[in-house]
Nanobody, 121 residues
Framework: VQLVESGGGLVQPGGSLRLSCAAS????????MGWYRQAPGKERELVAI???????KYADSVKGRFTISRDNAKNSVSLQMDSLQPDDTAVYYC????????????????WGKGTLVTVSA
């Protein structure tokens, strides 16, 4: 499955951005979708993930500021980011795992190419 992100850009501290990710490739369902990020000089880290039936997990650093949502019918996931801070600057990657295509289950991870979010005055 291919994951394509959109919505990154430059925003001032305290501002908001919304990231979106759409999966293509004929998936009939995706177990988990979400977002990771990688800041310069740091390891990739989880931001937020959401299962197909609803449970979510957020990084402590984004709780109360970021909101993840999914549209299972469209195999898409979004991330609403509010109260952005300079420490949120990173490349954000869409993530999907547990993909069913034509009744065949694929357990491997899938990653988008990433979209850059820069928080700066």
């Amino acid at each position: 499955v291919q994951l394509v992100e959109s919505g990154g850009g430059l925003v001032q501290p305290g501002g908001s951005l919304r990231l979106s990710c759409a999966a293509s490739g004929g998936a009939s369902s995706i177990n988990v979708m979400g977002w990771y990020r990688q800041a310069p000089g740091k390891e990739r880290e989880l931001v937020a993930i959401m299962t197909r039936v609803g449970p979510t997990k957020y990084a402590d650093s984004v709780k109360g500021r970021f909101t993840i949502s999914r549209d299972n019918a469209k195999n898409s996931v979004s991330l609403q980011m509010d109260s952005l801070q300079p420490d949120d600057t990173a490349v954000y990657y869409c993530y999907a795992v547990g993909v069913t295509i034509m009744d065949r289950f694929y357990a491997g991870e899938n990653w988008g190419k990433g979209t850059l979010v820069t928080v700066s005055a």
